[in-house]
């Protein structure tokens, strides 16, 4: 196995190969297309379909502030919720197949600023990934630290990159074999001074996951809360366009995006004002499809209400029309939150039976149909 000595090493070359090299073609080069570009008639249909089964990122803050107390393991066996039987429903009675895990770094280190993994920690995390796995899903692992530890920005007076690479070097490694697990490099960067900089940090965790020998999905996340709105405007788009692979190309390198429904796109509010096509879907799909890239939408829901249902269900037809760029969706949240959390898409269950919530019978299920309803 290579040690993360090895890994330093790896990324060091590669990094002196980026810097080095001369290539006839700038492959980081983003493209501005003057004219629409439609979907191909192959689109219509999207890839993932999933829920946030949250827990294990409880006691973190939006200023990457977390506590290994603070979790709470939606599993019962740690006396949580059920979140592998909600798993379980989501996909034989639903159709859903994918779910993100988010954990927050210190969980996976015991508080400690490190790139090693606590063992005792890690094998209740991966216990929640075992219970995914087994329901033969996609199973996104998301660090959920905002781009920082403890108040301080990873790559940018926080953590070095390489410590950041050896955590993701360590959790590869780990599910090297595992075709159905896809690595979110981090949730929701927000108020990261230098974008490109970020993006630096970003291809060491995607360098340390190829040399793990992981050949997995990697989704790359940009400012602003990766905001589906602002991901070309304010540079993340064309930041990340420059992260590669070991060997030069971008496969598997999926951009991570977000977006919320209600006024202020925080996913605090019950009510939903927008369907986020015009402002958010609509020029994303444009740029994506111009520079052959994908995005999936790893954070979207609203309130279990009428006006959720109306815009949500909207948002899902567009981004379904425009599957081949927009790969897919993954609701926000089921897990340990309780039945009276503003955006639950927590399965009340009685005896064998589970019953959703408004949203997810009326539009994040796949068996609702909401892939071919109406944008409008």
Known sequence: MLSFTGILVGLLAFSQSLTSATPTTDFGASKNCTTTLPPPRSAGKLAHMGVNIAGFDFGCGTDGTCTAAGAWPPLTQFYGNDGAGQMQHFVKNDGFNTFRLPVGWQFLTNDIESGVLNSTNFAKYDALVKACLGTGSHCIIDIHNYARFNGSIIGQGGPSNEMFAQLWFNIASHYKFESNVIFGVMNEPHDVPDINLWAQTVQKAVTAIRLAGCHANDLLPGNNWTSAATFVSNGSADALNKVVNLDGPKHNLIFDVH?????????????????????????????????????????????????CVTFLCQQIAFQAQNSDVILGYVGWAAGYFDSTYVLSEVPTQNGTTWTDSLLVQSCLAPISGSQKGSTS
């Open 259 to 307: 977006k919320y429904l209600d006024s202020d796109n925080s996913g605090t509010h019950s009510d939903c004002v927008t369907n986020n096509i015009q402002e958010a879907w609509a020029p994303l799909t444009q740029w994506l499809r111009c520079n052959g890239r994908q995005a999936l939408n790893t954070e979207t829901g609203g309130g279990n209400t009428d006006s």
